[in-house]
């Protein structure tokens, strides 16, 4: 089984900083696409940004500048530093794999984490 384990949420104030941390552990030969999503209640899951095991990375408009998504392939591990952080990046984030290739040569699909919660707020 493959599991993605996410850290470092929190409550944080306006303008500060937060550090997500995703692992995943099993019998993982590689990953493709990491990323990371967030969700408020009511309304759907959105990505925040996404990164390719090559290094190619994507972000929503309201992550640019702010956010930087960083992964470690030997590890199975992808980070979301984020920057100034305001009211409105308070959600439940949620570490997303596209494609993971097991070492039995099985793929599996669409795995997400259980979710950490950001909350900003003085």
Known sequence: QVQLVESGGGLVQPGGSLRLSCAASGSIVSINVMGWYRQVPGRERELVGAITRGGG???????????????????NTVDLAMNNLKPEDTAVYFCHADRILLFDSRWMYNVWGQGTQVTVSS
């Not at 990375?57 to 590890?75: H, L």
């Open 57 to 75: 990375t994507n972000y929503a408009d309201s992550a640019k500048g702010r956010f930087t998504i960083s992964r470690d392939n030997a590890k």
